[in-house]
């Protein structure tokens, strides 16, 4: 079953973070994502940029809006990602349970659900 | 008209329900891998049971006899569905994985058991929708008498199950023992569900009675259960705790309804014999390097327990039993406690100046027997304007009758006149 870990952090602490601590961050992150490599719980991951850079659209009536920022303002903000392939949601937590943002920020963890593709025409 | 045979064949079936069903039906969620369909499937092997057991008798194992007729049940329940419903192939699959030899009895059904109570506490499921999944599935009570237990609609119960019921399959809980490593987190959780019962029957924290034994004693009966099934120190500690308290159940209220102080109640009617056991449980759990909160309570109660009289109570056993406990699992509440326990063994100012140092953190600002304990020690100084105010700010905060007319009547005393309501 495939679960989509969302790595939650206050953005606002990594821009104070001393460039040392933040390699390390980054070290913990690459060792973190060769193990679910190997481990072959990893499907994909990445980090993303801050939310000053998102947008969200919406369409109401067939009128796009767009906006500056992100969905909903809140005290943590989503830094990246991993989609991990696992056994069943308690091999899930402890995958996650691993994320080194899962010590400063948290990690929700979400069951991907199995939406079935109508067959193609032939 | 009725006869005599079918009468006691249908005795038998009813106490073949009360003690197999609940295993039944954890071995069947195992075998099925779905709450509903094993609860159909229970309920269709009992129905077979009655049908077929005055003619063939009663099978030397009837646990066995029910798993098996409550899977073929299901199997034909999936076949029957995957015909009526077109495409669902899953679930035709799923009745032949099912029926396939291989498939066999397991050895030992207490593990489902086990797996049913961590399945039901599982910390990714709602803590009000663990409580009512584990008394509703592990013990067997109705949405209706959760319901009526913890005095909420049946309809919020029957939601709070459905959805972590749908929690559990749609994000795929798994139905397991945790392995070792998580087992101490996992443990506290079932734990913590346990006494979250308990306390719910033995404190209960709103509505007209003080006690709902209902709910003690399902809380007690999981605590044996999981004893029997897993005997850490915690579990030995926790079950220790609630049948110490229990054990007081009968002196606690009076025949008129009202509650008791530990120190005023007659002590002539706690029940040794639960005494005996849970003083028995907690040295054994205290024997074990790994005993924590539940056992150090359990201590706590075992001191009271000993002690014939009120009088004779060892103060300072329970006050360094509350350090312990502090250092264990720090919380205002246990503070409050170890301050009450100090007040007993230093004099009543020791024990107003530790509640004056929480309060004024911050801590219990709101919680009715910091103000009930900190009036009672005032009382005892003489400090009657403060105690009245106490009470008064007690009151304020508690929701629950009986204690509310304790409050009242200790209020009434402080003024020289009762008021009765």
Redesign the interface.
């Known amino acids: ?1 495939k679960y989509l870990c969302l790595i939650y952090s206050d953005e606002s602490q990594w821009k104070t973070l001393p460039p040392a601590e933040l390699e390390t961050m980054n070290k913990e992150y690459f060792a973190y994502t060769q193990s679910v490599q190997k481990s072959g719980h990893y499907l994909g991951g990445n980090p993303l940029q801050p939310t000053q850079t998102a947008t969200t659209v919406r369409v109401r009536n067939g009128q796009l809006s767009t906006t500056d920022g992100p969905f909903a303002e809140t005290k943590e903000q989503l830094g990246g990602y991993y989609l991990l392939e696992a ?5 899930a ?2 995958a996650a349970s691993r994320i080194p943002g899962a010590k400063y920020g948290a990690i929700e ?1 979400r ?1 991907i ?1 199995d939406m079935k593709m109508p067959d193609p025409p032939r | 008209m009725t006869d005599p045979a079918s009468d006691s064949m249908r005795e038998r079936v009813e106490a073949i329900y009360r003690a197999e069903s609940r295993r039944v039906f954890a071995t069947l969620i195992r075998l099925l891998g779905d709450f509903d369909l094993a609860e159909e499937a229970l309920q269709n092997a009992f129905v077979a049971a009655v049908e077929q057991w005055p003619a063939q008798g009663v099978p030397a194992s009837p646990r066995a006899w029910l798993v098996s007729a409550g899977r073929f049940g299901a199997i034909d329940v999936l076949r029957r569905r995957a015909r009526a419903e077109t495409g669902l192939a899953e679930l035709a699959a799923l009745a032949d994985r099912i029926s396939t030899p291989e498939f066999e009895m397991p050895d030992d059904l207490d593990d489902d058991r086990l797996r049913l109570i961590f399945t039901c506490c ?1 910390p ?1 499921l709602r803590p009000d929708a663990r409580v009512a999944l584990t008394l509703r599935e592990v013990c067997g009570l109705t949405t209706e008498e959760v319901a009526s237990a913890f005095l909420t609609p049946a309809p919020t119960i029957a939601q709070r199950i459905v959805r972590a019921k749908a929690k559990i399959r ?5 139905y ?1 023992v ?1 392995a070792r490593a ?1 087992l101490p987190e996992r443990l506290d959780t079932v734990l913590h569900v346990i006494y979250l019962v308990f306390n719910e029957g033995y404190y209960a924290t709103s509505g007209d009675t003080l006690v709902r034994p209902g709910l003690t004693s399902e809380a007690i009966r999981l605590g044996r259960l999981l004893v029997e099934l897993l005997p850490e120190p915690e579990a030995l500690g926790l079950l220790a705790l609630m049948l110490l308290h229990d054990s007081r159940r009968p002196a606690r209220v009076s025949a008129a309804g009202e509650l008791r102080l530990l120190e005023d109640q007659d002590r002539s009617l706690w029940d040794a014999a639960q005494i005996a056991e849970g003083l028995a449980l907690v040295s054994k759990a205290l024997t074990s390097r790994h005993f924590g909160p539940f056992a150090i309570q359990a201590a706590i109660a075992a001191v009271h327990a000993e002690a014939r009289e009120a009088a004779l109570t060892d103060w300072a056993q329970i006050a360094g039993l509350y350090d312990v406990l502090l250092r264990a699992a720090p919380s205002p509440v246990v503070e409050l406690n170890r301050a009450a326990a100090i007040a007993m063994r230093d004099g009543p100012a020791a024990g107003v100046a530790l509640i004056d140092g929480i309060l004024s953190r911050g801590d219990l600002t709101d919680y009715a027997p910091a103000f009930a304990a900190r009036a009672e020690l005032c009382r005892r100084l003489g400090r009657t304007g403060d105690a009245r105010a106490d009470y008064a700010r007690a009151l304020t905060l508690t929701r629950q009758d009986t204690e509310r007319r304790f409050l009242q009547r200790r209020l009434g005393t402080l003024t020289g006149e009762r008021r009765d309501e």
Request: no cysteine; proline share 14%; charged share 35%.
């Open positions: 079953m056994r069943d949601l308690n091999d937590i402890q963890v069951p659900a | 599982h990714a749609d994000a795929r809980v798994p397991e945790p998580e």
